[in-house]
């Protein structure tokens, strides 16, 4: 066909740079769940920066590391970081999650401070 090329996958070599990466992800944090081949979840909450912080070093480091690049979803639960990974950029995914945290945070708060006052005696 003209205008089209044909590449032959080489599925020994992206195997070969994920575990290379999955390997330093898992020494960057304490618990890894990995998805697939080229997806994986980290557990970062005991680490004392902002998890935007840890998204951006770790994706910088294997961007200098393995010269490849990765997406990042930063949250409090898997559904919103991958949501986040989906259908952002970087800096438009961090600050997407940060209004849903916030929107969370209120809206807990709200719940508690309504079920408080529904518990109270009249």
């Known amino acids: 066909m003209l205008g089209t090329t044909s590449i032959t996958p080489q599925h020994h070599v992206y195997m070969e740079h994920s575990n290379k990466v999955m390997e330093f992800i898992r020494t960057s944090a304490p618990l890894v769940e990995q998805l697939?081949?080229?997806?994986?979840?980290?557990?970062?909450?005991?680490?004392?920066?902002?998890?935007?912080?840890?998204?951006?070093?770790?994706?910088?480091?294997?961007?200098?590391?393995?010269?490849?690049?990765?997406?990042?979803?930063?949250?409090?639960?898997?559904?919103?970081a991958k949501i986040a990974t989906e259908y952002f950029t970087f800096s438009e995914r961090m600050a997407w999650i940060l209004q849903q945290e916030q929107e969370v945070r209120i809206s807990d708060q709200l719940l508690k401070s309504e079920n408080h006052d529904r518990c109270q005696p009249n």
């Open 36 to 80: 697939s081949i080229g997806e994986a979840f980290l557990d970062i909450s005991d680490d004392q920066r902002p998890g935007t912080q840890v998204a951006a070093s770790l994706q910088a480091e294997i961007g200098q590391r393995f010269g490849l690049p990765t997406s990042w979803g930063v949250a409090s639960n898997k559904l919103v």
